[in-house]
């Protein structure tokens, strides 16, 4: 007959069961921070642990201090108000929306880098209480690509919009202009002379080269939008000066221009077809609109940020200040001010100048003349 168990072994079995047990529970607790603490580094997004009484940081993720340019002990105790910028990105729409089945509050703002720079991020914010402490936890992610993108696609837009803008207007009047006169000629021209043909060939002639102009210019301005990868080496303006002066040299005889060009240049860093084009719209335009005749000074002198500013000085009538803020618009017209120009020229040398790293500017006084500006890199 086997003996039962006494109560000193049936307490020993139980304290060895509850023992296991405490055993299990304490792998288990510390498999779940180890998960935590594997979940809360290798998140994608910066995550900010906030006191919700003092709004400063108790935790954050090495994400987060990579992100805001800060060693990771550097944002414990730190503000929330030192990075967070609680201004709307986009000032059109709700500032934040709130999901009623998770609590979370998500919204767009900026965060503030370590260095001041302002980044776009997506906020996802909830109040949840760790043991008896109530806190804030923020989920953050950038979104600065994701706002570059958006704002792309709408500048893809507004230039689709106004190239065919300038496709209805500026090439349906000098190809109808084509139309009409070929139409007229063919009813005249068997008894007509020739001498007397010849004034209205011409005319449909530079009608024709207007509108192929139209054209080169949209096709380069679709091409330098497009262009990611160029090569960029020190410039040779005065070689690239001197062609584009070739270049132009019938309409510089045509309206008895005056070029003055400095015997030296400082050297910028650029790709020179593009630079050439930026040269040759701002020359033109000051032939066509400058004084009679027109008297044109070509510059340049070192500039700060270690840049190169290029300038074109004319003596015409000037710009009135309310409108030299449209002067560098996509296909925009200015009334009587270049009146014959179709838009286009000085946008693409914005465009150029800004691909290639730089800027472009305008002064004006009306009644004195207008410089335009170009800035590039400095060798």
Not at 264 to 282: H, L, R, S
Not at 322 to 339: E, S, T, Y
Request: proline share 4%; hydrophobic share 45%.
């Amino acid at each position: 007959m086997m003996a039962q168990p006494s109560d000193h072994d049936k307490l020993v079995d139980a304290l060895a069961a509850a023992q296991r047990e405490i055993d299990r529970l304490k792998a288990e607790t510390e498999q779940a921070k180890s998960s935590y603490a594997n979940l809360f580094e290798s998140a994608g997004d910066s995550i900010f642990i906030i006191d919700v009484n003092t709004y400063t940081i108790i935790a954050a993720n090495a994400h987060a201090a990579r992100r805001f340019g800060y060693a990771p002990d550097e944002l414990i105790g730190l503000s929330m108000e030192a990075l967070e910028v609680i201004d709307p990105i986009d000032d059109t729409q709700p500032f934040a929306w709130e999901s009623t089945v998770s609590q979370t509050t998500i919204y767009e703002c900026f965060y503030r880098h370590k260095n001041g720079d302002r980044i776009a991020v997506e906020v996802s914010s909830r109040v949840v209480k760790v043991g008896q402490q109530q806190t804030i936890q923020n989920f953050v992610r950038n979104i600065s690509l994701r706002k570059q993108l958006e704002a792309e696609r709408e500048q893809l837009i507004a230039d689709l919009d106004s190239f065919a803008h300038t496709v209805a207007h500026d090439l349906k009047d000098p190809m109808s202009t084509v139309f009409s006169y070929t139409e007229f000629l063919k009813e005249i021209c068997v008894e007509t002379p020739g001498d007397e043909l010849l004034p209205h060939l011409q005319h449909i002639s530079a009608v024709a080269w207007r509108a192929i102009n139209i054209v080169d210019a949209l096709l380069l301005f679709a091409s330098v939008r497009k262009q990611e990868q160029i090569e960029r080496e020190p410039l040779k303006t005065a070689e690239i000066v001197m062609q584009v002066q070739e270049r132009l040299a019938n309409m510089a005889k045509q309206y008895n221009a005056e070029i003055i060009v400095p015997t030296q240049w400082p050297t910028a860093i650029g790709f020179a077809p593009w630079v050439a084009e930026i040269w040759t719209n701002y020359i033109s335009n000051a032939i066509k609109y400058g004084g009679t005749p027109p008297r044109i000074e070509l510059g340049a002198a070192p500039a700060d940020n270690h840049m190169v500013r290029f300038w074109v000085r004319d003596n015409g009538a000037g710009i009135p200040d309310d409108k030299l803020h449209l002067l560098f618009d996509k296909f925009n017209r200015l009334g009587d001010f270049r009146v014959e120009g179709h838009g286009l020229g000085l946008s693409i040398a914005k465009r150029i100048a800004e691909k290639l790293g730089g800027s472009v500017d305008v002064t004006s006084v009306v009644g004195e003349g207008s410089i335009f500006s170009f800035f590039l890199p400095a060798l």
